[in-house]
């Protein structure tokens, strides 16, 4: 699966961005997809994912703010970033999980000004 994410961006605390993450097949019998982030000096960390059945993870700072969601016939995910924070800048990287494999998109960069 190749996976293309767009949608990053300059905002102002307290704006909003929609991260979108294209794939190049069939997205309706993978496992899990989802987004991290990397913050610069930090390590890759999970933000939120959804599972096959709809099933979805949040880390608690973003819980309440952002809001992942998938376009199956679309075969499209995103990630919708309420109230952003200076905090949430970042490198976001989608990502999907097979039992066999695992896939990562190329990142997309947030910068939350204060």
């Known amino acids: 699966v190749q996976l293309q994410a767009s949608g990053g961006g300059l905002v102002q605390a307290g704006g909003s961005l929609r991260l979108s993450c294209a794939a190049s097949e069939s997205i309706s019998s993978i496992h899990i997809m989802g987004w991290y982030r990397q913050a610069p000096g930090k390590q890759r960390e999970p933000v939120a994912t959804?599972?096959?059945?709809?099933?979805?993870y949040y880390k608690d700072s973003v819980e309440g703010r952002f809001t992942i969601s998938r376009d199956i016939a679309k075969n499209m995910l995103y990630l919708q970033m309420n109230s952003l924070e200076r905090e949430d800048t970042a490198v976001y990287y989608c990502?999907?999980?097979?039992?066999?494999?695992?896939?990562w998109g190329q990142g997309t960069l947030v910068t939350v000004s204060s």
């Open positions: 990502y999907v999980w097979q039992p066999t494999n695992s896939y």
């Open positions: 959804i599972s096959n059945i709809g099933s979805t």
